[in-house]
């Protein structure tokens, strides 16, 4: 680990102080304001919105752009974070972003603002690195909600996009999904087009009125948008509205979810283009829908081994679904690896996941970090639903292991945290690869 990387680690997540966003807007004036000048597509949501800055970010691609693309949480590497043209900055660009933030820190501090968050300090050093490389698009996904998110103060984005909106982080955002929904609808700017997962009612209220308020075109997508047609080993293809008409588009992910995150993304380049912002055209959409990989969604990593990120109980509603309809396909029973950060509602996660499938065993996994929930908890939240043999193991490795070897010829699903599937991420790299991260 580099000292850059563990002076990171040394920040609290959760500062005791938060700079305002006010604050946050001096910080950026120090640095230049040069996000002023940047084409900024702003994303905020419940679940989806890691899905649909990779599905956007490709059909950028595709159409010939430069794209920044900051993202949370990641993976394996802090790296991951700033994604430029889909590839994580390399050390030269991180190390140089992290001595030029750490070095306004100190002046900042030393003029009465508070120490950057973790957060805070790492969206610093995004737009300094697109503040130096100049893409032709920035997507920025929110860390936390919207209205409060420290991207929220990015004053003058080309465009906004709201994916599904559903109950998480309640001890910040609000306990029903009207108060969620408008810390979310935050991120509207006036005069400035909305894209937005239309699908439940009462939170597409919430962002309507909210944009009507501020006079933001809105461009709502629901399941109306979009059909299936064909369901395939690897993916699924679907018909698409789009600003030329229907499109049949293939999404190379098995999950059910993605398909509405696909329709926002592409209603959400259609936008690009009416607002002459990107020349994108409906072939664009097509290959960057179809090109488009999303690490640790639905990822088999080994045959009919998945990984997914699903951690909340909208999330593991949805992957649920997914599941559903592949032990209709297959007729086989399903392995369960779990793992879980205790701040989560990981009672209704367990009943999503325990209702309607044919689990066969389930192996508990506590996580190498503090927030994980504890292991023989969950395994007795598991027992109460199911007859199979349930287990819990102290570490991820030996979970893994464990799950790997049980599993037999059933589908084996990971689940439960971003946490998890990183570090099952970290144990599938090979020596060599894993030595980019050294």
């Not at 081994?305 to 032990?327: C, E, F, P, S, W």
Request: proline share 4%; with cysteine.
């Amino acid at each position: 680990m580099t000292e850059a990387e563990r002076y990171l680690d040394r920040i609290p997540m959760w500062a005791l102080r938060k700079n305002s966003l006010d604050q946050v807007r001096d910080f950026l004036e120090e640095m230049g304001s040069a996000y002023e000048g940047m084409r900024i597509v702003h994303v905020a949501g419940t679940n989806g919105k890691g899905s649909v800055c990779a599905y956007l970010t490709s059909i950028l691609r595709e159409a010939g752009y430069s794209v920044g693309t900051f993202i949370s949480p990641h993976l394996i590497h802090v790296r991951e974070r700033f994604l430029l043209n889909q590839t994580p900055a390399d050390d030269r660009m991180f190390l140089d972003a992290f001595y030029r933030v750490k070095e306004l820190a100190g002046l900042m501090t030393e003029r009465g603002y508070g120490p950057p968050t973790y957060f805070e300090f790492l969206f610093y050093m995004f737009m300094d690195i697109c503040d130096r490389e100049k893409p032709d698009f920035v997507i920025l996904e929110t860390g936390l909600g919207g209205l409060l998110d420290i991207t929220n103060a990015v004053s003058h984005p080309l465009l906004t996009v709201i994916t599904s909106v559903s109950m998480d982080h309640m001890q910040y955002l609000g306990t029903t999904i009207r108060e969620i929904a408008a810390q979310k609808a935050g991120i509207l700017k006036a005069g400035v087009p909305a894209v937005y997962d239309g699908c439940c009612p009462e939170s597409r209220r919430v962002i309507e009125e909210r944009a009507k308020v501020l006079g933001c075109p809105v461009f709502p997508v629901s399941e109306k948008d979009y059909e299936l047609v064909k369901r395939e080993k690897d993916g699924v293809r679907i018909l698409v509205n789009t600003e030329e008409g229907p499109a049949e588009i293939r999404i190379s992910s098995r999950a059910d979810y993605q398909m509405i995150n696909a329709a926002v993304a592409v209603r959400a380049a259609g936008v690009l283009k009416k607002l002459k912002g990107a020349d994108i055209s409906v072939r664009h959409m097509k290959q960057g829908v179809e090109k488009c990989f999303w690490p640790g969604r639905m990822e088999e990593v080994l045959p009919d081994v998945y990984l997914d990120g699903a951690h909340n109980a909208g999330g593991m509603k949805a992957l649920a679904r997914t599941i559903a309809g592949m032990q209709e396909e297959t007729g086989k029973q399903v392995a369960l690896m779990f793992g879980v950060v205790s701040d989560k509602e990981y009672h209704k996660m367990i009943r999503e996941l325990c209702t309607g499938l044919r689990i066969s065993r389930v192996t508990i996994a506590r996580m190498d970090t503090e927030r994980s929930a504890d292991a023989e908890s969950l395994a007795y939240e598991f027992k109460e639903f199911l007859g199979c043999p349930v287990e819990a193991f102290l570490t991820v490795k030996e979970a893994w292991e464990h799950f790997l070897r049980e599993k037999g010829d059933d589908l084996g699903f990971c689940a439960g945290s971003l946490y998890l599937v990183g570090e099952v991420k970290a144990l599938l790299m090979s020596p060599a690869e894993g030595d980019e991260y050294d």
